[in-house]
Each structure stands twice: as C-alpha cells, then as structure tokens.
T-cell receptor
Framework: NAGVTQTPKFRILKIGQSMTLQCTQD?????MYWYRQDPGMGLKLIYY???????DKGEVPNGYNVSRSTTEDFPLRLELAAPSQTSVYFC????????????FGPGTRLLVL | TQLLEQSPQFLSIQEGENLTVYCNSS?????LQWYRQEPGEGPVLLVT?????EVKKLKRLTFQFGDARKDSSLHITAAQPGDTGLYLC?????????????FGKGTHLIIQP
C-alpha cells in the first residue's frame, strides 16, 4: 500500500491564482482530513470528510473548498490564493472515528507571492 | 477554540540524557495522541491514551495521561540522536465539536551526539 499520497510536493502561486491540492489514500479509509501547518503554530483542521459525498468545515475553512466524490480522493481547492495561505498542507485519513490512528501524507508546501 | 499547550517549545540536550515534554489543557480530553514529525514529512502516530492515569511505554518512551484527562507527558530515557524531531500532542475533546483533532504547537527536540 502507498498509504496517503499528496501532489504536488511544492508549488509557488501568485496572489489571486487558483489550484487544487490532490490527496489519495489506498487504505479504504472512510475519514479524510486536510490540515495546514504554519511555523510554530501546530496543525489546524481545514476540512474533513466522514465518507464519500460528505464534507464538513474544520477550524480554518475560509478560502478553501473540498469535495469527496470517491472514498480514495479528497482534493482541496484554493480559489483566490492569498499570502496568508502560504503554509504546509497535510492530508490524513483514518478508518473510522477521529480517535483512530490518522495516517498523514508527506505534505504540500505552498508559497503564495 | 480549545487550546493545547505544549512545553517546552524547544529542547536541545546531549545524547544519553533524560527529558520530559508536557501537554496541558484546561479542558478534558476523551483521548490524546502523541505524534512525531521529521523535517519534510507528515506526523506519525506514536501512541493513543484514553484512560485517566494510563501509562504506556514504547521502548525508551513513556507516555502518561493525567488522572483528570487534562494533561499528558512524554518522557524519554537515555535520549538518542534518532529521537530528534518535532513532537506533537493532539487531543479529542469531550463534548464533541468538529470531528477532528486539536493539535498543540509541538516541541522541537534536538539530541546532540
């Protein structure tokens, strides 16, 4: 199993551009999550999904959108990139409830200039 | 917003020394997890504690959950350079809320040979 994979690994965006961060898991996990990690600030939950077709906001959802059309994929969309969205983005998945082990991807480093 | 305070933020010690990292909150957790993150990678789960007063050992690492389930500690005995990394605690609070973990800011640990 590849686990959780994320693409791209690194991206530079100009202010106002849009992009989609891809996340795929091959463990048949129901729960998937998107976090952002800013220096010295820990990880903050952006959006999460408890299954295909179901998504919900986390702590910091503004400026982002998600979809979950399949169990495997959970893309994160940035519509109008802003410098405040410069961060490292991690996708994670777990089999059932959030207190189960969350498996993290390697992250996408995004720089908005 | 629930807060998880980790201390110390940074710790640099010599190989062979012992250390303790703390994770505190004013709220009660239903469960708490400790993760270790290396540069350029996603966090990896070390342990989950659920019961107040619970102690779990993972080789030279000892994890303790406070009796009131508001705090936790990670103790490393005879630290090795391979223990270097960012240690994150993450809690699931009693009472629900967003279906995601709340992360502390982390402790950056450096073990010098």
């Amino acid at each position: 199993n590849a686990g959780v994979t994320q693409t791209p690994k690194f991206r530079i965006l100009k202010i106002g551009q849009s992009m989609t961060l891809q996340c795929t898991q091959d463990m048949n996990h129901n729960y998937m999550y998107w976090y952002r990690q800013d220096p010295g600030m820990g990880l903050k939950l952006i959006y999460y999904s408890v299954g295909a077709g179901i998504t919900d906001k986390g702590e910091v959802p503004n400026g982002y959108n998600v979809s979950r059309s399949t169990t495997e994929d959970f893309p994160l969309r940035l519509e109008l990139a802003a410098p405040s969205q410069t961060s490292v983005y991690f996708c994670a998945s777990s089999y059932s409830q959030v207190q189960e082990t969350q498996y993290f991807g390697p992250g996408t480093r995004l720089l908005v200039l | 917003t629930q807060l998880l305070e980790q201390s110390p933020q940074f710790l640099s010690i010599q190989e062979g020394e012992n250390l303790t990292v703390y994770c505190n909150s004013s709220s009660v957790f239903s469960s708490l997890q400790w993760y270790r993150q290396e540069p350029g990678e996603g966090p990896v789960l070390l342990v989950t504690v659920v019961t107040g007063g619970e102690v779990k050992k993972l080789k030279r690492l000892t994890f303790q959950f406070g009796d009131a389930r508001k705090d936790s500690s990670l103790h490393i005995t005879a630290a090795q350079p391979g223990d270097t990394g960012l240690y994150l605690c993450a809690g699931l609070y009693s009472g629900g809320g967003a279906d995601g973990l709340t992360f502390g800011k982390g402790t950056h640990l450096i073990i010098q040979p």
